[in-house]
Nanobody, 125 residues
Framework: QVQLVQSGGGVVQAGEFLRLSCEAS????????AAWFRQSPGKEREFVAA????????YYADSVKGRFTFSKDNAKNTVYLQMNSLKPEDTALYYC??????????????????WGQGTQVSVSS
């Protein structure tokens, strides 16, 4: 059973930064793709970033490209989302996920079988 435990998040002002972490049980990130999604009240879960286990270049949503960076530390079984230049519209509950999507579904939350507990990011203007 894959378990994902998230940490990080918080309340910041626009322009500041945060880093989210997602630690997995076992060697999850060597076997599964990792992704970050976010969800605001009343909205559908939105793709943020993802990467395949083969250390290929990460995928990013256009809304975060150039500001957010996905990284992975296999030795710590942890993936990270570094979020710089945060904007109020980045406010959401952020989730990490693990799964085996094909390239065409890597941005689709239904392609991921395992989810972290979620962590809140709030950005004030």
């Amino acid at each position: 059973q894959v378990q994902l435990v998230q940490s990080g998040g918080g309340v910041v002002q626009a322009g500041e930064f945060l880093r989210l972490s997602c630690e997995a049980s076992g060697r999850t990130w060597r076997a599964y793709s990792a992704a970050w999604f976010r969800q605001s009240p009343g909205k559908e879960r939105e793709f943020v970033a993802a990467a395949k286990p083969t250390n290929s270049n990460p995928y990013y949503a256009d809304s975060v490209k150039g500001r957010f960076t996905f990284s992975k530390d296999n030795a710590k079984n942890t993936v990270y989302l570094q979020m710089n230049s945060l904007k109020p519209e980045d406010t959401a509950l952020y989730y990490c996920a693990a799964g085996s999507p094909i390239t065409s579904t890597i941005r689709n939350p239904s392609a991921y079988a395992y989810w972290g507990q979620g962590t809140q990011v709030s950005v004030s203007s």
